[in-house]
């Protein structure tokens, strides 16, 4: 019986060196809120650094007809020590938005007014060549069509990458097509992209894909989020 709980505390032990070095810093996407007019949307990310166990949050504010943060619009924050036990490092996003009440009244963000889930991922594993999904406003009776087309170029942290949405908006029979965000943009040690959610507001004019992308680091793969706008 010794010998046998001796194994399984090894096992234990091995397994968990083995996840710390494949492991990687994992983000938190939080739906902050539309403000009224739906004409600006605030999200943050939170998470907690490795090795370090420093925890770190970030706070966005999107101008959805530029698809852009507004002036100012950003702002994070990360911890000198480390997290305590059984801490996820949720604390510093809620004291970064209590330090940065001013940014979310200026654009009048309503934390209760959160987007309306129009498609939730369940896809871990995205293709390198982008994906392509359908999804429907059952309110407005408009169908979508989002196709996700990715340009990556060298792996690991050498990896330079871009992408932009097609999307494609129907009702009663008339389709129209929307190009959805920069491929202009290049960023760094970006390994992949992944529409993980499609937010609507409450007036149903603006549009939120939550983009997780998976992030090169020294010996693991970080994740993060950002959003593109569309507002119709």
């Known amino acids: 019986m010794l010998f046998r709980k001796n194994v399984l505390i090894i096992s234990i032990i091995f397994l968990t060196c083995v996840s710390a070095v494949w492991a990687g810093d994992t983000a938190v996407f939080v739906d902050l809120g539309f403000s009224p007019d739906g004409k600006t949307f605030m999200f ?15 706070i966005f504010v999107v101008d959805m007809d530029t698809n852009n943060f507004v002036p100012n619009g950003k702002a994070s924050y990360t911890q000198d020590s480390s997290i305590k036990a059984g801490q996820d490092g949720s604390g510093i996003l809620y004291q ?10 200026r654009y009048k963000i309503n934390f209760q007014n959160q987007g309306q889930p129009l498609y939730i991922s369940r896809n871990e594993k995205p293709s390198e060549n982008g994906e392509t999904i359908n999804f429907r406003d059952f309110i407005s009776g408009k169908s979508y069509r989002a196709q996700l087309i990715p340009t990556i170029n060298g792996t ?5 990458s871009s992408f932009y949405i097609n999307l494609d908006v ?26 993980k959610k499609v937010l609507i507001d409450s007036t149903g004019n603006s549009i939120i894909f939550v983009i997780e992308m ?19």
């Open 156 to 160: 690991g942290i050498n990896a330079r």
């Open 44 to 58: 943050g990310q939170y998470g907690v650094q490795l090795p370090s166990l420093k925890p770190w949050a970030e």
């Open 96 to 105: 970064l938005l209590s330090s940065n009440t001013n940014l979310s009244n």
């Open 214 to 232: 998976k992030r090169a680091a020294e010996n693991s793969v970080d994740i993060r989020y950002m959003v593109e706008a569309v507002r119709f």
């Open 170 to 195: 129907t009702l009663n029979s008339q389709t129209k097509n929307y190009i959805v965000g920069t491929p202009s943009i290049t960023r760094q040690r970006i390994l992949s992209y992944n529409i």
